[in-house]
């Protein structure tokens, strides 16, 4: 409802309270940056079921890890993207990728996976993917709270 720039703005806040949160955390400048862009990717994430900034950021990102896969002959990694990358086009929109357990799944399988073939990011692969998350649930908030108050205020 909000618009991408909406849900940017929502990501943003999002990822500073987070940093408020975790300030006593010992954190990389690496991981604190590339938690912005996790956070902001999240944000527009649940979209991607329609013809949007979300959608085509996700495709185009898509396309550019496929052909690393390609490069690297990871044609199982590839085949197993390939498939995830078709369900947005299967789908309705506000349904599968507006559902928080989801979301939750999908970013800590993506963290795990990560972290099981490349041991040494693991750390960094878990944080970004509850970054992620983080984005994810704040777009599922501010569509609730956008729609209530449309309702509410259309009711009047």
């Known amino acids: 409802m909000p618009g991408f720039r909406g849900h940017l703005i929502g990501g943003t806040v999002l990822y500073l309270i ?8 010992p954190m ?6 590339s938690g912005l862009v996790f956070c ?13 900034k979300g959608q085509k950021l996700f495709y185009s990102i898509t396309l550019g890890v496929l052909c690393c896969l390609l490069y690297y002959e990871r044609t199982d990694i590839f085949i197993g993207l390939t498939i995830f990358a078709t369900i947005p086009l299967l789908v309705k929109h506000r349904g599968l990728f507006h559902q928080a357990w989801f979301l939750t799944c999908i970013s800590l399988l993506t963290g795990t996976v990560i972290g099981s073939f490349h041991a040494q990011y693991s750390a960094w ?3 970004n993917a509850l970054f992620f998350l983080a984005g994810a649930l704040s777009h599922i908030f501010l569509d609730k709270i956008i729609t209530k ?6 009711r009047k």
Not at 18 to 25: C, E, F, G, I, P
Not at 149 to 154: A, D, E, I, Q, R
């Open 125 to 127: 692969a878990m944080k």
């Open 40 to 52: 902001l990717f999240g944000s527009l994430f649940p979209d991607v079921d329609i013809k949007s």
């Open 28 to 33: 990389e400048p690496s991981v604190i940056m």
């Open 149 to 154: 108050l449309k309702y509410w205020w259309y």
């Open 18 to 25: 987070m940093l408020q949160y975790l300030r006593s955390v």
